[in-house]
């Protein structure tokens, strides 16, 4: 089946730096992929659509500027969280969508600013 | 908008017993509703979905009818094992099979003892 990657599966970084969250999907093309935020007990929330080669599509209050969304090919999509902050801890998670209209998750990167 | 409410647990059960979690939803449009399933330590996979009223997705011995008039997605399974211990996640989308990033509920964790 379908298989979406996501590196690195967990990171620690310190509040003012920069932190880059790469999400693959390995064995199709997927020209749509999304990202996807997770509070601990909460459900997933949609932050942004990135479509292969035009600017992604944010959600109402997610800031661009701070989640830099860049997909540069169809089996590649990166989340960069500038300037982190302790309240961006939190568990991200992309989905890439096959020319079925199907999507398949990734497994999650859990992010934690210090 | 659109909401999804799904029932929160932990819910516990015994193996073989009958497994009901419901969800229910808000949305304006013509939504296709999702159940994803997450086993520990992997990412999201679709269980099973409906695209148009009254439908009925299956898998794994899973059932959910969409019923427009009540907005409900209730999932169902009549006799539960161990290896359906996971979180499992109720979701809608705008439009139908899934083109628009997903709207999910909270998730329900299901426990089952041997």
């Known amino acids: 089946g379908a298989v979406v990657s996501q590196h690195p599966s967990w990171v620690i970084c310190k509040s003012g730096t920069s932190v880059k969250i790469e999400c693959r999907s390995l064995d199709f093309q997927a020209t749509t992929m999304f990202w996807y935020r997770q509070f601990p007990k909460q459900s997933l929330m949609l932050m942004a659509t990135?479509?292969?080669?035009?600017?992604?599509?944010?959600e109402q209050g997610v800031e661009k500027d701070k989640f830099l969304i860049n997909h540069a090919s169809l089996t590649l999509s990166t989340l960069t969280v500038t300037s982190a902050h302790p309240e961006d801890s939190s568990f991200y998670i992309c989905?890439?969508?096959?020319?079925?209209?199907?999507?398949?998750f990734g497994p999650g990167t859990r992010l934690t600013v210090t | 908008g659109n909401s999804v409410t799904q029932m929160e647990g932990p819910v516990t059960l015994s193996e073989e017993a009958f497994l009901t979690i419901n969800c229910t939803y808000t949305a304006t449009g013509y939504p296709s509703p999702f159940w994803y399933v997450q086993y520990p330590g992997e990412g999201l996979q679709l269980l099973l979905k409906a695209t148009k009223a009254d439908d009925k997705g299956s898998n794994k011995g899973f059932e959910a009818t969409y019923r427009k008039e009540t907005t409900s997605f209730h999932l169902e399974k009549g006799s539960v094992q161990v290896s359906d211990s996971a979180v499992y996640f109720c979701?809608?989308?705008?439009?139908?099979?899934?083109?628009?990033?997903?709207?999910f509920g909270k998730g329900t964790h299901l426990i089952i003892q041997p």
């Open positions: 989905s890439a969508r096959d020319n079925s209209l199907e999507q398949y």
């Open positions: 979701a809608l989308s705008d439009r139908g099979g899934g083109a628009d990033g997903l709207t």
């Open positions: 990135s479509n292969e080669g035009s600017k992604a599509t944010y």
